[in-house]
């Protein structure tokens, strides 16, 4: 991919690629917003305008496509799956049920926002926003509808969380890359990180998701995955206590069949932990143990995101199946029952990455680099405006905060140990900034949420600018106190 990237940019020149890059997207988010054509060929459509007009070629954008949307699947379309058959098993065994009314008893309704920030930040500090995402909607489904609050009041915080810890605190793979291109001091970064995070987390989280709850509307929570319980009386759900939704039949059935034992909230906890807790394990092993070292290597085995959400599935199995009086084939039943509601899910994200690998074959990135890097601005502004602007162009993260470490990382030679650290929280809060149609996480919100793409642009996008301009200022004040 790195020998097509200057072919690319040298077949239509640097201005020009920029040109088609903003105009390839405008046309992506016309031909879904206006022309309502499914997301998925419209991410097709959009990677060929791309690819074609940007000098790559036909055999070249077809296969950058279909690598980056084999490789998006790969990576997240087998963590959405098990996640879905991870929560609907904590849904049909009444875990979860048990578990938001434990949590909304304990918590006044004015404060499961900030809650639910804080949930969110404990799970997603060790764990992609793929994997935490997973792992944290199905709460969110259950807490919006036991509770009433609005969906976005509760799922907004919860977003802010994962989005910053994501891209802005080790031990993540972007803030980590960022730590070694600058050779910065891993502790001062968490805990300058920590510090610009937690208001960051607030702004950006509960204060701004009770501004969006009054402007934009919330789905219905009927509309969302893991809820449409309805659809699947024959895998369990009827067999829950107090099952009224359904039909006269399904009432009878419900009292013809013994009712299932809704799991402990202790054993609720352990099978929902236990994956974060496998990956945090991994995440310290390879902060204090050497490379090749057995217990490194067992660590990152168990601690795989793959390997860790398949030992969660296998205990849930345990734990909100056989235990609570299912057979064998109703587990069976109720875990594959979950895989319809995110088919569509997981080939929406896949098709968002192969547009992301179309844009950065086109060398676009470091198009925007160049013409960045000398503008003459401080460090630590300089290094968020460049992980901004190659994010927006491309899509990810993570290449935005390489692509701006190895840019920028002359500058950090001699700097000492607390400028170094705040360099590299600048590049990871600027690589936070516009996530829009060519973002994998875009759909993942858009399509969890049921959203429009209008509605996920007034949400989620402008969450994840308000959260990376609230962390690059802070970051800048930081800088400006122990500087």
């Not at 509808?145 to 919860?158: E, F, N, S």
Request: charged share 15%; hydrophobic share 55%; glycine share 12%.
């Amino acid at each position: 991919m790195a020998a097509q990237e200057p072919a690319a940019t040298a077949a239509i020149g640097q201005g020009p690629l920029l040109g088609l890059t903003v105009a390839t997207i405008v046309i992506v988010i016309v031909l879904i917003a206006w022309a309502k054509l499914h997301p998925l060929i419209a991410l097709i459509l959009g990677s060929a305008v791309l690819g074609l007009g940007s000098g790559l070629g036909a055999e070249s954008t077809v296969a950058e496509f279909v690598d980056g949307l084999g490789g998006t699947i790969g990576d997240i379309g087998l963590l959405i799956a098990l996640g879905a058959m991870l929560g609907q098993l904590l849904n049909v065994s009444g875990a979860a049920d048990r578990l938001v009314d434990r949590f909304v008893h304990a918590v006044p309704e004015r404060a499961i926002p900030w809650a639910m920030a804080a949930i969110a930040f404990l799970i997603g500090l060790p764990l992609f926003f793929e994997v935490a995402l997973v792992l944290v909607f199905p709460i969110i489904v259950l807490v919006v509808r036991r509770t009433g609050v609005p969906l976005l009041k509760v799922a907004i915080p919860a977003l802010a969380a994962l989005s910053l810890l994501n891209g802005f605190l080790p031990p993540h793979p972007g803030p980590l890359l960022a730590v070694s291109a600058f050779d910065a001091d891993l502790g001062l970064t968490l805990l300058y990180g920590l510090i610009v995070a937690i208001p960051t987390v607030i702004i950006g989280g509960p204060l701004l998701g009770n501004v969006l709850a009054r402007v934009v509307p919330s789905p219905p929570v009927e509309s969302l995955p893991y809820d449409r319980r309805d659809e699947n009386d024959d895998e369990g759900n009827d067999e829950k206590d107090g099952a009224g939704k359904g039909s006269g039949g399904a009432r009878v059935a419900a009292r013809e069949k013994p009712a299932l034992r809704v799991p402990s909230i202790g054993a609720t906890l352990a099978t929902m932990l236990l994956p974060i807790v496998l990956m945090l394990v991994r995440a310290i092993a390879e902060l204090v143990l050497p490379e090749g070292n057995a217990a490194r290597r067992f660590a990152e085995t168990i601690g795989e995101p793959t390997v860790a959400l398949l030992a969660g599935c296998l205990l849930a199995m345990v734990t909100f199946g056989l235990a609570t009086g299912m057979g064998r084939q109703k587990v069976s039943g109720v875990m594959g029952s979950g895989l319809p509601l995110v088919a569509g899910v997981i080939l929406i994200v896949g098709a968002g990455g192969g547009f992301k690998n179309t844009l950065v074959a086109t060398g676009v990135g470091d198009t925007i680099a160049e013409l960045t890097r000398d503008l003459g601005l401080p460090a630590l502004v300089l290094a968020w405006l460049l992980a901004a602007l190659i994010r927006i162009a491309v899509g990810s993260g993570t290449v935005a905060i390489i692509t701006t470490a190895g840019l920028l990382a002359p500058l950090a030679t001699g700097m000492d140990p607390s400028n170094a650290a705040l360099l590299a929280l600048a590049v990871g809060a600027g690589s936070r900034f516009g996530s829009h149609v060519n973002d994998a996480g875009f759909w993942m919100v858009k399509e969890f949420l049921n959203l429009s793409v209008k509605d996920t642009f007034r949400t989620w996008t402008l969450m994840d600018c308000v959260v990376s301009l609230v962390a690059g200022a802070g970051v800048v004040a930081l800088g400006a106190v122990v500087g």
